[in-house]
């Protein structure tokens, strides 16, 4: 199944999600589409928090160079980040 939903707080290790899906179970591995301006990315990662309003994941591995990419000014255009 393929949410889209807005990233609140993004870390090396994991990040904190939007939720709008529902409530999902603690430790369900799950598999992250992450697209920025014209790069996508695939990041396996596992749920470690989830309520009505967000979903805390951690990534299966730690993602620095990921982490350096998205977190890098755009320069004029936009700076959000889609996960799917």
Not at 20 to 38: A, H, K, M, P, Y
Not at 50 to 63: K, L
Request: glycine share 8%; hydrophobic share 30%; proline share 4%.
């Amino acid at each position: 199944v393929s949410k889209q939903c807005r990233v609140h707080n993004l870390a090396p290790d994991g990040m904190l999600l939007e939720n709008r899906t529902g409530l999902l179970d603690i430790g369900t591995q799950i598999e992250l589409v992450i697209s920025r301006s014209e790069r996508t990315w695939t990041l396996p990662a596992t749920i470690t928090h989830c309520n009505s309003n967000c979903i805390g994941v951690m990534f299966n591995r730690r993602q620095s160079e990921f982490y350096r990419t998205v977190t890098q000014p755009l320069g004029k255009s936009s700076r959000s980040i889609g996960v799917g």
